[in-house]
Each structure stands twice: as structure tokens, then as C-alpha cells.
Nanobody
Framework: QVQLVESGGGLVQAGGSLRLSCAAS????????MGWFRQAPGKEREFVAALGRWTAGSTVYADSVKGRFTISRDYAKNTAYLQMNSLKPEDTAVYYCAANYGIVTRIETEYDYWGQGTQVTVSS
């Protein structure tokens, strides 16, 4: 069983930055692929970014965030991060981190564990 706890959300002006954190329980953090998803009001949850297992894990980004967001992980802290730069009002959403024992994937149903979400609001 894995527990994920997100933090770092908040209110920021357009063009600003935020770093989201996802703290994972358990001693096998390095075996998980990690993903970030988001859900805006009235919309379906959508993929944002994913990072593979191990230190050479591959990364995948949604086109809408490519070049602005960076996913990373700190194995010593059992924590994954989403650095968000050049934020836009359309980035406003609840952001969720997720973990799975498989490969890097954009597919929501491939993830086994989810956090509770953290709100990100970008004002214009």
C-alpha cells in the first residue's frame, strides 16, 4: 500500500511559478512510476506529466505544459515534484499525483495510487 500526500498549491498570478510536492510512504519509492494529473472545474481529469522508475526514468508531458512544467523526484525524500513556471489562468485546477508499478503512462487507469489533490489557482 502506498499513500501519497500533495502540497504546494496556492494562488499565483499569471506568469508566476509554483512547485508541487508529492510525499510517498513506503520503502520502495524507486520502483514506482509517478504521474501528475489535474482537473479543472467542470472538466475531466487530464494527464499533465509522468516520470519513470529508477534514476534514469523517462519523462512524458502533456503538450499544454511542455516547456513550462518539469517533473522530478528525490529518492532520499520519497518525494516527487512538479515545478510549474510561466503559469496561465488555464492551468487553474486541482492537481493530483499518482503512482504505479508499471511504465510511464498518460493513462489514468494505469495508476494504482492517488493523492487527495492540491488546488492551484492562477489569476489573470
Amino acid at each position: 500500500q502506498v499513500q501519497l500526500v500533495e502540497s504546494g498549491g496556492g494562488l499565483v498570478q499569471a506568469g508566476g511559478s509554483l512547485r508541487l510536492s508529492c510525499a510517498a510512504s513506503g520503502r520502495t519509492f524507486s520502483t514506482y512510476a509517478m504521474g501528475w494529473f489535474r482537473q479543472a472545474p467542470g472538466k475531466e481529469r487530464e494527464f499533465v506529466a509522468a516520470l519513470g522508475r529508477w534514476t534514469a526514468g523517462s519523462t512524458v508531458y502533456a503538450d499544454s505544459v511542455k516547456g513550462r512544467f518539469t517533473i522530478s523526484r528525490d529518492y532520499a525524500k520519497n518525494t516527487a515534484y512538479l515545478q510549474m513556471n510561466s503559469l496561465k489562468p488555464e492551468d487553474t485546477a486541482v492537481y493530483y499525483c499518482a503512482a504505479n508499478y508499471g511504465i510511464v503512462t498518460r493513462i489514468e487507469t494505469e495508476y494504482d495510487y492517488w493523492g487527495q489533490g492540491t488546488q492551484v489557482t492562477v489569476s489573470s
